[in-house]
């Protein structure tokens, strides 16, 4: 016997195995209703549509900047929990943690993966909108998944505001006093803001300099280790799983609105 038909005796007998029919059920997908199958049946390819345009796989038309940001905010969620596990966030350890994580902890590296990751995904994001706007992809029936994209764009840069605290340097203290005092501006939730003064009970202004969005941001009213601690527990945990959510949503309705846009 051939060595060729040795070769396709062990294939049948692999593919006739429970195991491999428990995993991969529809077979080879050598026809169109096997591709669609196994693009349903798969649980990271069913977020994707099952049909593409042939534009919408260019790269002269997409620029990949969506990809390019998934991407980039796997890389950021990798490297940040890795990070987690050396970073104490107190002001008494911080500043030391950071220089720790550059100099003297193993795969270092990973803190500047991490800084120079948040940048390009930043630029990446805006890239994206810029591409989707000038498509014209914000139109009906894609207006919802334009608005998820806006808050995720807006997420992105809480995401990079907040982390921007966390090495407790003079740069990240004074940046973080000057970025939060625009909070003290906030219509209805700041307590100089548009609106704020009209929120009264019995004559007693509710929003005031220790009730307003500033101190809910701080946990006071100077940029201390409250300040640090609720920017560590933001940056973290809370936005990565609402932009994670959301994700999971723009990429479901990318596939529910018909795939990738065409050019107008």
Same mark, same amino acid.
């Given at each position: 016997?051939?060595?060729?038909?040795?070769w396709r005796k062990l294939q049948r007998s692999v593919v006739e195995t429970q195991v491999w029919?428990?995993?991969?059920?529809? *077979?080879?997908?050598?026809?169109?209703?096997?591709?669609?199958?196994?693009?349903?049946?798969? !649980?990271?390819?069913?977020?994707?549509?099952?049909?593409?345009?042939?534009?919408?796989?260019?790269?002269?038309?997409?620029?990949?900047?969506?990809?390019?940001?998934?991407?980039?905010?796997l890389v950021l969620t990798f490297t940040g929990l890795l990070l987690m596990f050396y970073y104490?966030?107190?002001?008494?350890?911080?500043?030391?943690?950071?220089?720790?994580?550059?100099?003297?902890?193993?795969?270092? !590296?990973?803190?500047?993966?991490?800084?120079?990751?948040?940048?390009?995904?930043?630029? @990446?994001?805006?890239?994206?909108?810029?591409?989707?706007?000038?498509?014209?992809?914000?139109?009906?029936?894609?207006?919802?998944?334009?608005?998820? *994209?806006? !808050? $995720?764009?807006v997420l992105t840069l809480l995401l990079s505001f907040t982390g921007y605290l966390l090495p407790?340097?003079?740069? @990240?203290?004074?940046?973080?006093?000057?970025?939060? &005092?625009?909070?003290?501006?906030?219509?209805?939730?700041?307590?100089?803001?548009?609106?704020?003064?009209?929120?009264?009970? &019995?004559?007693?202004? $509710?929003?005031? @300099?220790?009730?307003?969005?500033?101190?809910? $941001?701080? *946990?006071?009213?100077?940029?201390?280790?409250?300040?640090?601690?609720?920017?560590? !527990?933001?940056?973290?945990?809370?936005?990565? $799983?609402?932009?994670?959510?959301?994700? @999971?949503?723009?990429?479901?309705?990318?596939?529910?609105?018909?795939?990738?846009?065409?050019?107008?």
């Open positions: 016997m051939s060595l060729e038909k040795h029919k428990s995993i991969f059920r529809v *077979g080879i997908p050598n026809t169109n209703r096997k591709r669609v199958l196994a693009v349903l049946g798969n !649980v990271v390819l069913h977020l994707h549509p099952v049909k593409t345009r042939k534009s919408g796989v260019k790269m002269r038309y997409t620029w990949c900047a969506g990809g390019m940001t998934f991407f980039l905010f104490r966030p107190t002001i008494e350890y911080a500043y030391g943690d950071m220089l720790d994580l550059r100099e003297q902890v193993p795969f270092g !590296v990973m803190r500047e993966m991490h800084r120079w990751g948040a940048h390009a995904m930043v630029i @990446a994001v805006w890239i994206h909108m810029f591409r989707v706007f000038m498509t014209g992809s914000y139109k009906p029936p894609r207006e919802f998944n334009w608005n998820v *994209g806006v !808050v $995720l764009l407790w340097d003079q740069l @990240a203290i004074w940046a973080i006093t000057v970025g939060s &005092n625009m909070a003290r501006a906030t219509p209805l939730a700041g307590y100089e803001g548009p609106f704020a003064a009209q929120i009264q009970v &019995n004559g007693v202004n $509710l929003v005031t @300099a220790g009730s307003d969005a500033r101190f809910g $941001l701080l *946990g006071g009213r100077i940029v201390g280790a409250n300040a640090l601690l609720r920017f560590y !527990v933001l940056h973290c945990v809370f936005i990565p $799983l609402i932009a994670a959510f959301l994700m @999971a949503v723009h990429f479901w309705r990318v596939r529910k609105d018909g795939g990738i846009s065409g050019p107008l």
